[in-house]
Nanobody, 121 residues
Framework: QVQLVESGGGLVQPGGSLRLSCAAS????????MGWYRQAPGKQRELVAT???????NYADSVKGRFTISRDNAKNLVYLQMNNLKPEDTAVYYC???????????????WGQGTQVTVSS
């Protein structure tokens, strides 16, 4: 089985910073992409940022210039540095990974349990 465990959420004032971390563990042969999605109350889950094994990144327009995604391929870790946070960034943030669990298996999507980020004064 594959597990994704997030950490680093919390309460922060507008303009502040937080760093989210996610560790993938378990039956993992290969990981193509890792990233972060978020879901605010009453809204659909949306892409925040992703990064591939080759370090190709993709960001939502709403976070470009404020958030930075990075990855440690050797340790199956992904990070999200969030700066200049705004109240509209408040959401549950979910770690995502596109993983091949065994050799010759198909790649599958895996999700963490989510971590709350609240931006409020």
């Amino acid at each position: 089985q594959v597990q994704l465990v997030e950490s680093g959420g919390g309460l922060v004032q507008p303009g502040g910073s937080l760093r989210l971390s996610c560790a993938a563990s378990g039956s993992i042969f290969s990981i193509y992409a890792m990233g972060w999605y978020r879901q605010a109350p009453g809204k659909q889950r949306e892409l925040v940022a992703t990064v591939t094994t080759g370090s190709r990144t993709n960001y939502a327009d709403s976070v470009k210039g404020r958030f930075t995604i990075s990855r440690d391929n050797a340790k199956n870790l992904v990070y999200l540095q969030m700066n200049n946070l705004k109240p509209e960034d408040t959401a549950v943030y979910y770690c995502y990974a596109h993983i091949q669990p065994r050799r010759f298996a198909t790649f599958e999507d895996y999700w963490g349990q989510g971590t709350q980020v609240t931006v409020s004064s």
